[in-house]
Nanobody, 125 residues
Framework: QVKLVESGGRSVQAGGSLRLSCGAS????????MGWFRQAPGKEREFVAR????????GYANSVEGRFTIASDHTRDTMDLQMDNLKAEDTAVYYC??????????????????WGQGTQVTVSS
């Protein structure tokens, strides 16, 4: 089992920056990749960014490309999401997720095995 704990969510004004962190514990050696997802009120959870622990490959949703940066420190089993130029539409609960499967890494959120409790990000315009 893997436990994930997010931190860093808060309220910020549009155009501002925020850094989310996710700490992993447990059987982290089994993980193939980690990622960030978000869910806005009344909407389905959506992919934001992912990081492959295998080769450092990263991926981003079109809506955040160029504004968000994902980074991981394997030595400390942490993963961060640097969010710049935030927009009101970035308001959501952000979830850290992890998977032991390369197939799942490229799959929608429902396939991912491990989840954090979520952290609220609110962007006011």
């Amino acid at each position: 089992q893997v436990k994930l704990v997010e931190s860093g969510g808060r309220s910020v004004q549009a155009g501002g920056s925020l850094r989310l962190s996710c700490g992993a514990s447990g059987r982290t050696f089994s993980l193939f990749g980690m990622g960030w997802f978000r869910q806005a009120p009344g909407k389905e959870r959506e992919f934001v960014a992912r990081f492959s622990r295998s080769d450092g490959n990263t991926g981003y949703a079109n809506s955040v490309e160029g504004r968000f940066t994902i980074a991981s420190d394997h030595t400390r089993d942490t993963m961060d999401l640097q969010m710049d130029n935030l927009k009101a539409e970035d308001t959501a609960v952000y979830y850290c997720a992890a998977t032991s499967s390369e197939t799942t890494y490229y799959s929608p959120y429902k396939a991912w095995e491990y989840w954090g409790q979520g952290t609220q990000v609110t962007v006011s315009s």
